[in-house]
């Protein structure tokens, strides 16, 4: 069987390894680091301790949607570690909670009735939003000007509230484009709200692995791929343009194809010769704080909290070990760790009244700066695609253009699409992509 090499052990290199194994290509993959996942990762908070605790670098959730990354899941045999959640809890400060789920009506009517529960938007809130997402219904296929276009643009001119945008459209899309809204594609918007929340009843259950994110994807689920090889700790240094790849310390192998799967950053020091534009890359930062306290602070499996810093907390364990996401978290990025950590228990507490009385036991800040590439208008067509200028070399990642903003399944999809290039070049033809 043809030969592949893949540098690069983030998602979009074991999506692409997992579907050419599958098909029984020879595969080499190489990653510079001595883990897998890439930024969708787990690591242990203390490396010294036999027994420390491991923690992912972030609480990353997909949505039903995302049929793709379940379906990499699924080939490494790890698809039912995923706990689906029909209920999304929206938070007030003060602790008034309202439960997002679907009814029995069928799509796109399944939210009707829990929509006109929501106690944190007002009658005229909930008249624009209607009308909002009734015009992404009717404008997501004859729109032209969606990737011109910032969301919050078109928010306006859709007349949305000042409270509809800042609790419902800003509350949900920051988090799942990792962009503020006047940043943001009106594209990227309306596929967030077309895929996960119209097209299908149950498309916009949140699954959050039950297992820490580096278990997904350790030595056990790939000893299912005989013809799948992973090294780890061992960087490619460069890759050139007729696809051969030198590793650290001067091997270099040569295989029938080369799949690069590194983040933009890379692409300049690793494969100039490729010739790939990054120079559009800007990035929107991620943080996420960790803390374990002395007691239960809450029986929420999950919530998003309205009006503050802190977008979610995920409960990670029996209510004591709580962990926070911001997302695009710029007014983080210069604060100091204890600042930060200081900051998210005191507004946890305007949330749920039993952190008062409890003591931090532990916290841990994880500031991702380079977490994605920034979803602002214009980029879409500057995102590189599967093929390079060599006719043996593909490229895959979140950055790339996947038809998906900088997420899991962005990257898996990816990988496949850069798979079935492979197997198209290699004259036996095969389709990955969901
Ligand atoms: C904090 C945070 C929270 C997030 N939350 C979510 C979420 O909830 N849901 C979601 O869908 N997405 C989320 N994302 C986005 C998601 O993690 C990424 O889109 C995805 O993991 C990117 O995968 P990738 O393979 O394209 O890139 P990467 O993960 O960056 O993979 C690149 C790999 O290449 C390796 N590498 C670099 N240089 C070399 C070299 N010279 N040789 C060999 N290997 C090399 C790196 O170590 C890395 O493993 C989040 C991201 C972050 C950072």
């Avoid at 940043?183 to 259950?205: I, P, T």
């Avoid at 490619?236 to 690069?260: I, N, P, Y």
């Avoid at 997302?327 to 760790?337: E, I």
Wanted: proline share 5%.
């Amino acid at each position: 069987m043809p030969s592949v090499t893949i540098a690069g052990g983030g998602l979009a290199g074991l999506a692409t390894a997992a579907a050419l194994g599958s098909a029984g290509f020879d595969v080499e993959l190489y990653e510079s680091r001595g883990f897998l996942g890439g930024r969708a990762t787990s690591f242990p908070l203390a490396p010294s301790e036999e027994d420390s605790v491991v923690i992912d670098n972030c609480q990353h959730v997909l949505l039903k949607c995302c049929v793709n990354l379940l379906d990499f899941y699924n080939r490494l045999g790890v698809g039912d570690r995923v706990q689906f959640s029909r209920e999304f809890n929206f938070i007030e400060p003060g602790g008034r909670v309202s439960v997002f789920r679907r009814g029995a009506l069928p799509a796109p009517l399944h939210f009707t009735g829990a929509f006109l529960g929501l106690k944190f938007l007002g009658m005229a809130d909930k008249l624009a939003i209607a009308r909002g997402l009734m015009a992404i219904r009717s404008e997501h296929e004859t729109r032209r000007d969606l990737d011109r276009i910032s969301m919050l643009d078109w928010l306006r001119e859709k007349r949305q509230t000042p409270v509809a945008i800042e609790r419902f459209w800003r509350q949900i899309l920051v988090s799942a484009i990792n962009e503020e809204l006047d940043r943001m594609a009106a594209a990227h918007g309306f596929q967030v709200f077309w895929q996960a929340f119209l097209a299908n009843a149950d498309s916009y259950e949140m699954g959050v692995p039950a297992v820490p994110l580096g278990e997904l994807y350790d030595e056990h689920a790939w000893s299912r791929f005989e013809r799948v090889a992973m090294h780890l700790r061992t960087p490619v240094e460069s890759v050139d343009a007729s696809g051969c790849v030198t590793l650290a310390g001067g091997v270099v192998r040569k295989s029938d194809f080369t799949v690069v799967c590194l983040a933009p950053e890379r692409m300049g020091t690793v494969a100039p010769g490729l010739n790939v534009d990054t120079s559009w890359v800007e990035y929107s930062p991620i943080t996420g704080i960790h803390l374990w306290f002395d007691r239960p602070v809450t029986e929420l499996p999950h919530a998003t909290l309205l009006d503050r810093t802190i977008q979610w907390m995920y409960n990670k364990g029996e209510g004591r070990y709580l962990q926070l996401v911001v997302s695009a978290s710029r007014s983080l990025t210069d604060m100091p760790r204890a600042d930060v950590i200081a900051l998210a228990v005191r507004e946890l507490a305007e949330f749920f009244p039993a952190v008062a009385q409890a003591k931090v036991e532990r916290a841990h800040v994880i500031k991702e700066l380079r977490a994605t590439f920034s979803a602002r208008p214009g980029i879409e067509e500057l995102r590189p695609v599967t093929v390079t200028r060599a006719e043996n070399v593909f490229l895959a990642g979140d950055w790339t253009r996947s038809g998906w903003p900088a997420t899991m399944e962005g990257a898996v999809r990816s990988g496949y699409m850069a798979a079935e290039a492979v197997t198209r070049a290699a004259g036996r033809p095969q389709r990955f992509l969901l």
